[in-house]
């Protein structure tokens, strides 16, 4: 269950703190969690203003080791702030930079001293010659020269006196990749396959991606006085825990951090996801034993032991830490009410079953005919990620209504553009016959053709990209049933940048999801709960539905909108968090694959592929099927696959 709370207000965890408590124990890097990485990266940002205020005050520089990515953007901005609002003055910082791509220089979009300026140096007042950041032009064979000199020039102010990092998945920091060593210094590097795929996005395709940079060394952040390494969301889950529970090793650079006396990982909540304490704190000491946690926990031993929960023994709660849910009863007791607690979590009437006791069932059975909006961040989520239910949803007789939050034309690649803008070239000069402009799309092809690199996607384009995804998902829900009228395109504004950095969450996007639930007044909303989205549009977009309800929420026709959450391409809900689980059958499971298949444009290789070569369908089916097999292995039915909901209370 998910709530809409007020959020406690944020403070750190001092190293001493987090030394003396029980559940760190498996941590070897000082951790500190928090529930937002906005507040998370302001609170890093004030550690960085107040040593630069220090050290004025003593009338020395401030050395600062900066990185790139996303994940000091959030720093940067609440420093810019800082800046233009408290008057922090940047005027005695010293700046270096961890690493740049070879090749690149200040006119790429892409490179990292573009990058910086961008997010940082543009808005305050550095002064331009106390900015280094390494030069990704200086010829191959001056390379190691001019790393020498980059490190002597650090060596020159005494060294770093703070250092920034992100983390790659690869466990890279800077752009030291696995295999670095703890006392490489700065030098050119090639790039993990991994790191390339991930960095993809800012470039139109993996190809464009330099395969080389320069980078800083391990040895050389490990002489930093202090180490700030932030990591957020999901996707850095992994490696969160392989560098702050491994073993120090060279495969994953950053462990060398475990070696580091005054390091601090800041992360939010999803990237802590994976560390013992989170995962399973039963192995760690005493918990609090909600009862999702118990269902966590069961889930896990029935996993661990490999049997399914009604055939769960004492002994093996005992064995893992879980004795102190075991009642009176025993595990007899918990393992039946565990049993029939994800048992009642199936149903096949995602819509509620009509005359039907409804008191174990996830939906309510009242109105039989359900008004329903599926918010779609993109084009296609709505099939990728519950095309099942939406079928149901439909052939159940409900009034689905599907929204499409963004236009998703970043996503389509050039090639589709221009075949779709040759196609209605030739039907207006068939239609148009004598009296056909043959200038009329020139202007058009111009832009089409030009190979100059564009940072933003001129608007025509944008356009085109737009329609060609609408005709897509017009496609796939005339094939499931529902009339063009129920198809909404929101083209929500804060993603019409022609880029892949979106506008934050605006009014006029809140306005726009709030007006579309008045105009249905909706019984059901489904929603795109899936915070792995590697560009954040899915948040924006959960943001933006949350923020509506909250608006929404006296209304009188609120009282019957239950708001069920659902996951994305890249990621299911943990089976212990689901509420609703709805089976598909094989033949329902090829409906899907069809209606995904009508997103043309986002099959056969997409412009934003991320590190997993299979298609949307086959991802999607892959983790149906998956979610299935694990109920089955719980003991609960056999099906072929299974979507996974949970609902969020806003009441
Ligand atoms: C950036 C850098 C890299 C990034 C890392 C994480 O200067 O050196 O190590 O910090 O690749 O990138 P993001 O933050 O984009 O996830």
Known sequence: MITLQEKPKMKRVSKKEWNTLESTKFEKIHT????????????????????????????????????????????????????????????????????????????????????????????????????????????????????????????????????????????????????????????????????????????????????????????????????????????????????????????????????????????????????????????VGDCDWTEALKRKAVVWLSQKVKKPILKLTD????DHGMSEILGEGGSYAVNIKMFNHFQHTITGWPGGKPKADDSHRPERATPERKRVIIFSPHPDDDVISMGGTFLRLVEQGHEVHVAYQTSGNIAVADHEAYRFAEFAKQLYEYTAGEQADHQLFEGLFKQLKSKA????????????????????????????????????????????????????????????????????????????????DPHGTHEVCLKGIFAALEELKVEKFMKDCWVWLYRGAWHEFPIDEIEMAVPISPEELMKKRVAIWRHQSQKDGVVFQGEDDREFWQRSEDRNRATAAEYDALGLPEYEAIEGFVRYHFQ
């Open 453 to 532: 690199k564009k940072e933003v996607l001129p608007e025509d384009i944008r356009k085109i990209k737009g329609l060609i995804r609408r005709g897509e998902a017009i496609s796939a829900c005339r094939y499931y049933g529902i009339p063009d009228s129920q198809v909404h395109h929101m083209d929500l504004p804060f993603y019409e940048t022609g880029r892949v950095e979106k506008s934050p969450l605006g009014k006029a996007d809140i306005k726009m999801i709030k007006d579309l639930i008045e105009e249905v007044k909706p019984h059901q909303i489904y929603a795109a709960g899936d915070l792995a």
């Open 32 to 283: 500190e969690i928090f529930s937002d990485a906005d507040e998370a990266s302001k609170i890093v940002a004030h550690e960085i203003a107040a040593l630069i205020r220090y050290k004025t005050e003593k009338n020395e520089k401030c050395v600062l080791g900066l990185a790139t990515g996303s994940s000091p953007i959030r720093v940067y901005k609440e420093l810019i702030r800082l800046h233009q609002q408290e008057g922090l003055s940047f005027q005695n910082v010293v700046s270096f930079n961890l690493d740049e791509y070879y090749g690149l220089d200040k006119e790429d979009v892409q490179s990292y001293i573009y990058f910086m300026h961008h997010h940082l140096f543009d808005h305050v007042d550095i002064l331009p010659e106390n900015i280094n950041i390494p030069n990704g032009k200086v010829p191959f064979e001056y390379m190691s020269e001019a790393c020498t000199q980059y490190e002597e020039k650090i060596e020159s102010y005494g060294g770093l006196d703070f250092q920034l990092l992100g983390i790659g998945r690869t466990g890279h920091i800077g752009f030291n990749e696995p295999g670095s060593k703890i006392n490489s210094l700065t030098r050119m590097i090639t790039l993990d396959h991994l790191t390339i795929q991930d960095n993809a996005f800012a470039f139109n395709s993996m190809s464009e991606v330099p395969t080389k940079a320069v980078t800083m060394g391990v040895g050389t952040i490990m002489k930093a006085r202090r180490v700030v390494i932030l990591a957020w969301g999901m996707k850095k889950s992994e490696i969160v825990k392989k560098t702050v529970e491994g073993e120090i090793s060279s495969d994953v650079p950053a462990t060398f951090l475990q070696e580091h006396n005054d390091v601090s990982f800041v992360m939010d909540e999803s990237a802590a996801l994976d560390l013992t304490r989170i995962q399973t704190p039963w192995i």
């Open 315 to 318: 002994r093996d709660y005992n």
